[in-house]
């Protein structure tokens, strides 16, 4: 059966010292009460992977994600980091196509799609981030543009592949802003998502694809959004940031 993920998106936050002090007290908190239906995933900025891993070996319960990797295996590519690089860190998942890298680095859907290969290659999962900004969602464009972003990014992928990805819908109107896609609005989505996937990989592929929400997610709505039918976890910014909004939003299933 396929798990609900919580995954928490620290983006350029953090020092190591608090970085340790925060994970320090999830961890903690996970362990004196487990949340055995969830996956937890922390992902922290690259430079505090390796001792994160450290950190974690006593909680198998939560695991380490990267924020982003490069798309070729190694060589003179400065200031990048491989998923080679990212799986002997201790890493697992890797989020690839936030709408922030797409904006502020011109990451394309082409770049991406070799980024998800790459991460597969390595034994990383993909986190494949899409999501409409608010111009195309005020013109009721939002599942033209999401289906552009999934087919261009994933759909090169065989069915096996595929079957490796998750998915997380984030609203770019909805990330950081607090304002968070109402209820209705995210399972529309969610189930739009879902229902072009299968006509891709069919609907086994599709049913069992974890779909995850993300945008200005917190304690007081993640219940409402983690009941949803497409629903599958979230992609959490902000209220990662703070142990116990984390764990609260983690204990919302
Ligand atoms: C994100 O950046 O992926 C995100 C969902 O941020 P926030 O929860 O802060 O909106």
Same mark, same amino acid.
């Given at each position: 059966m396929k798990k609900n993920i919580i995954a928490g998106n620290w983006k350029m936050n953090n020092s190591l010292d608090d970085g340790l002090k925060l994970v320090s007290e999830i961890a903690t908190m996970i362990k004196e009460d487990p949340v055995n239906e969830v996956e937890i995933i922390i992902v922290p900025p690259f430079i505090h992977l390796t001792v994160l891993d450290k950190l974690l070996q006593d909680y198998d319960q939560i695991c380490l994600g990267a924020q982003n990797c490069n798309e070729h295996d190694s060589g003179a590519y400065t200031g990048e980091v491989s998923t080679a690089m990212l799986k002997s860190s201790g890493v697992d998942y890797v989020i690839i196509g936030h709408s922030e890298r797409r904006a502020y680095f011109n990451e394309s859907d082409e770049l991406l799609a070799t980024k998800v290969n790459q991460a597969l290659s390595n034994g990383l999962t993909p986190i494949f981030c899409c999501g409409e900004p608010l111009s195309v969602r005020e013109s009721n464009g939002q599942e033209d543009f999401v289906f552009t972003q999934l087919t261009n990014g994933l759909f090169h992928l065989s069915e096996e592949s595929f079957g490796k990805v998750v998915i997380a819908y984030e609203p770019i109107w909805a990330i950081g802003t607090g304002v968070t896609a109402s209820a209705a609005q995210a399972q529309e989505m969610h189930k739009a998502i879902r229902n072009h996937l299968a006509s891709k990989y069919g609907q086994k592929a599709a049913k069992n694809c974890r779909i995850l929400y993300g945008g200005s997610c917190k304690p007081s709505n993640a219940k409402e959004l983690f009941a949803l /039918? /497409?629903? /599958?976890?979230g992609l959490i910014g902000g209220a990662s940031l703070n142990p116990a909004d984390f764990v609260d939003i983690i204990r919302s299933f």
């Open positions: /039918d /497409d629903v /599958d976890g």
